[in-house]
Each structure stands twice: as structure tokens, then as C-alpha cells.
């Protein structure tokens, strides 16, 4: 199964900051939007920040100044800077490609793609 390929995360202490990467497997060719949702333990996956084809963006209402995500359309890649991490951030973070259509080496990909997923810890 294709993933989206996640890189950053781990522990850090309240007021902390974390960098997270998502990869695509292959030259983006056209994408709806690009997203980062997480998943607390025994909450729902919530969406966290979406960055649109045209570059628009939008945060959930708890990250909100905190959050950024941005892409590189150079290195196919979507990213979420977090600043003034708070323990209640603490969740599994999962990147979406909606609608993805991209080519690499003759192989083309077409759908609705996720990342494998990463911890972040908040705690002191």
C-alpha cells in the first residue's frame, strides 16, 4: 500500500516547538489539498490544518496561531510547524493528500493518500 512518507515528531516539554514533513511518493502533478489531522487516545482523528491547491489555509480552532502549515512544491512535501506546543497537542499527527494525481519513474498515483502517521509528545 502507497503511504505518504512522515518524518519529525517526538517528546518535547510544554512551550516547545516541532517540525513535521510529509513526503509524497512521486512528483505532485495535481493535488485538492494537503492536510494534517492527529489522533489523541480514545478521541477521534481531528483535523488540524489544510493548505488548498491555491494556497489557502485553514487551522483548527485550538492551534490556531501556534500552527503552521506550508508546502514545497519543489520537494513535493507538506509541513506543519508547531510553536507553543501544549500537552493536550499530544496525539499520533497524520498527513492527507486529498485527490493526489503525481508520476515518478513511468508509475503513476491517483487518490486519497495518508501518511503512516507520528507521536508527538507534549509533556514536562
Known amino acids: 500500500q502507497v503511504r505518504l512518507v512522515q518524518s519529525g515528531g517526538g517528546s518535547v516539554q510544554p512551550g516547545g516547538s516541532l517540525r513535521l514533513s510529509c513526503a509524497a511518493p512521486?512528483?505532485?502533478?495535481?493535488?485538492?489539498?494537503m492536510s494534517w489531522y492527529r489522533q489523541a487516545p480514545g478521541k477521534q482523528r481531528e483535523l488540524v490544518a489544510t493548505?488548498?491547491?491555491?494556497?489557502?489555509?485553514n487551522y483548527a480552532d485550538s492551534v490556531k496561531a501556534r500552527f503552521t502549515i506550508s508546502r514545497d512544491n519543489a520537494e513535493n512535501a507538506v509541513y506543519l510547524q508547531m510553536n507553543s506546543l501544549k500537552p493536550e497537542d499530544t496525539a499520533v499527527y497524520y498527513c492527507n493528500f486529498d485527490h493526489f494525481y503525481g508520476c515518478s519513474g513511468g508509475t503513476c498515483y491517483q487518490g486519497d493518500y495518508w501518511g503512516q502517521g507520528t507521536q508527538v509528545t507534549v509533556s514536562s
Open positions: 493548505i488548498t491547491s491555491a494556497g489557502s489555509t
Open positions: 512521486a512528483t505532485i502533478l495535481s493535488v485538492n489539498a
